[in-house]
């Protein structure tokens, strides 16, 4: 898995049958020795069907909270595999650019040592890092499965855990992220999402730069929400990776009323999307992107239950949108300002 960067791979019983997915970051958090048996590691997920067309797919893979989901046919023999990758090459974009859905860079220095990066994926959720020099330039890129390929030989795979939890170790202590780090492929501000398509094939997040420092990262998974079901008469609430229908029922409804109150603020909202997780400490986190015409504002809580995180994500949201426009306003008086301080010369 390692070797081809599959961060999933399906499974199927001895009449070819669909059994389940095994997740390359789950078997690298679990230590798994190199003879343990696959199908213990097998997790159950959604399928598609052969004739899923490519809009219901899309929500489907985004809804499900993993990368990929298996195609099954009506017997239960696996057909095949659709991933974030494979919707995002063929879907059309129309002129919609890398700023309208791009997350912003969480970089780390070249010189850092891999305890720290991995550290730093881990508090911020996320799977990789764009790479940076002193002065801040972009030098590549290091995911989770770029540092799995260290730590995938017998000398070194009694420092998995620690490498999964952070901790230090000898592994760590030796390897920089300048080390491990591969090539970046970066576009420019303004350039066109149908222009990914065949960056998409050979990479799984493309790093948006301005004057040659990372200015935002736009994944497969940033494009396929462009491609989700949009409604007629306001923006378009998606939900992922949320279980229970009370819950989800409840939080569309909190998030409803709170867009419809800063429509005006942010002018042409598109959608919002939210992604909830449950962690082993019991906690839930809820992470938001709300898109705009003007780009994505991207906020994140944490609660013990997904109603109690979903109300701190509004209230953060809140406070972030009142803040960026307050700051709009305070631009626009400045410059009327000025303006009108030339004039009068």
Do not use: W
Not at 24 to 50: E, F, I, R
Not at 261 to 290: E, F, M, N, P, W
Not at 311 to 332: F, M, N, P, S
């Amino acid at each position: 898995m390692i070797d081809r960067s599959i961060n999933q791979l399906p499974l199927v019983d001895e009449g070819g049958r669909y059994a389940g997915m095994v997740f390359a970051k789950h078997l690298l958090s679990s230590g798994a020795p190199p003879t343990s048996k696959l199908k213990s590691y097998a997790v159950k997920t959604q399928a598609l069907s052969p004739d899923e067309d490519v809009e219901k797919a899309a929500r489907m893979v985004l809804g499900s909270g993993n990368r990929a989901l298996p195609v099954v046919e009506n017997n239960g023999r696996l057909a095949g595999i659709v991933s974030e990758t494979d919707i995002a090459q063929t879907a059309d974009f129309g002129h919609a650019t890398v700023d309208e859905v791009m997350s912003g860079a969480i970089v780390i220095e070249e010189d850092t040592p891999l305890a720290d990066a991995m550290s730093k994926m881990r508090r911020y959720n996320i799977s990789r890092l764009p790479v940076i020099d002193k002065k801040g330039v972009l030098r590549g890129v290091v995911n989770i499965l770029d540092v799995a390929s260290i730590l995938a030989t017998p000398k070194e795979r009694t420092s998995k855990s620690a490498a999964i939890t952070g901790s230090k170790s000898r592994v760590q202590g030796d390897v920089k992220v300048k080390d491990i780090m591969r090539r970046a492929v970066s576009v420019e501000r303004g350039t066109k999402m149908n222009d990914l398509s065949e960056h998409f094939k050979s990479n799984e997040e493309i790093v948006v730069v301005g004057d040659g420092r990372p200015m935002g990262i736009v994944t497969p998974k940033d494009a396929l929400e462009l491609i989700l079901p949009q409604k007629r008469d306001g923006p378009a609430i998606h939900m992922a990776h949320l279980e229970g229908d009370s819950d989800r029922r409840e939080i569309e409804e909190q998030l409803a009323k709170f867009v419809k109150k800063i429509q005006g603020r942010l002018g042409d909202i598109q959608s919002v999307v939210v992604y909830a997780d449950k962690h082993k400490t019991r906690k839930y986190s809820v992470r938001c992107r709300l898109m705009t015409a003007k780009g994505v504002i991207n906020a994140k809580a944490v609660g013990y239950d997904p109603l109690s995180a979903s109300k701190e994500l509004i209230e953060k949201l809140d406070r972030q949108i009142k803040t960026e426009h307050t700051q709009k306003v305070k631009g626009r008086q400045h410059r009327e300002s000025a303006r009108k301080a030339e004039e009068e010369v």
